[in-house]
């Protein structure tokens, strides 16, 4: 088996493929693919990998390999399954592919910026695959999640996900745009990994992301549209001494741009990732958008 990823390392190198959807190198996904083809369940075992591959696992990553390069399609769309803060999940082109940095911070329970002993209440906006969501009442066992989209699509996949983690009690999917459906509740978090690519990015994008639904990636011409709407109406659904987190990406330094009397904290992580702000309650009351 070890061969055979190491053979299908050298052919996703040699294909000059784009990274970062669940994986960033080429060994990785090898593994995912070869895994998967198996039927391995993760972590991989040692004496597992150490076992030769059967023709019906070779026969199934041909075909796997062959899709990933030839359409370019995200090694995790291929398998319907990635991690995300420790947590399996389904995947597929409903929604984006599970990958923000956030999942760092959820396992930290937000330290050292709130207490997550009193955290009873937590919202995800634009849940997509509901990853976030799902991460969050797993971390706060005594917290009630709300998550929120405005693709049905989106949300179907999120109760897939909700359904396997037995998490149906304790977090509640609903459509709306934005806060729309939300009016008079306040959360203790609110975290968002909007959309956040600007039209002359989106046009550049890696063949991969085609594969992604438009609607989780692009916002505007500058980029800045969902952010916008978050800075505007999150102070209406924020509790006193709560907190709010926005993954912007790569227009991290349009958002310091256009808001430079913000009181942003940008977030480093151990694991890779950045263009991540956190707002408190009181900052985010004294911001003008």
């Known amino acids: 088996m070890q061969e055979l990823i190491a ?36 972590p991989l075992s040692p004496a597992r990998l150490a076992r030769p591959a059967s023709l019906t696992t070779r026969t199934a990553l041909e075909s796997l390999v062959a899709r990933r390069i030839d359409e370019r399609m995200p090694a995790v769309y291929l398998t319907g399954r990635t991690f995300f803060a420790g947590l399996p999940m389904r995947t597929d082109p409903r929604a984006l592919v599970p990958r923000s940095p956030i999942a760092e911070l959820i396992e930290r329970q937000f330290a050292p910026w709130i207490d997550a002993r009193r955290v009873r209440t937590a919202l995800d906006v634009g849940t997509g695959s509901g990853c976030i969501a799902l991460a969050m009442a797993v971390a706060f066992p005594k917290a009630r999640v709300d998550a929120v989209d405005v693709s049905p ?128 309650a009181e900052a985010l009351a004294t911001l003008r958008v």
């Open 7 to 42: 053979r299908t390392r050298r052919r996703l190198a040699a294909a000059r493929l784009h990274y970062g959807h669940g994986t960033d190198n080429p060994a990785d996904e090898a593994a995912v693919l070869v895994a998967h083809a198996a039927g391995l369940e993760w």
């Open 153 to 280: 699509d989106a949300l179907a996949l999120a109760r897939e996900n909700r359904r396997a983690l037995n998490l149906a009690r304790r977090v509640r999917l609903l459509e709306s745009d934005y806060f729309s459906a939300l009016e008079g509740r306040r959360y203790d978090i609110i975290v968002s990994n909007p959309p956040y690519v600007g039209s002359r990015e989106f046009a550049s994008l890696p063949a991969e992301y085609a594969h992604e639904p438009a609607l989780g990636l692009r916002a505007g011409r500058d980029g800045l549209d969902a952010v916008r709407v978050l800075l505007r109406d999150a102070p209406r659904h924020l509790a006193p001494g709560g907190i709010l987190v926005v993954e912007v990406g790569n227009t991290e330094e349009a958002v310091r741009r256009r808001w430079p009397q913000a009181r942003f904290v940008w977030l480093g992580f151990e694991r890779g990732g950045g263009g991540v702000f956190l707002l408190t």
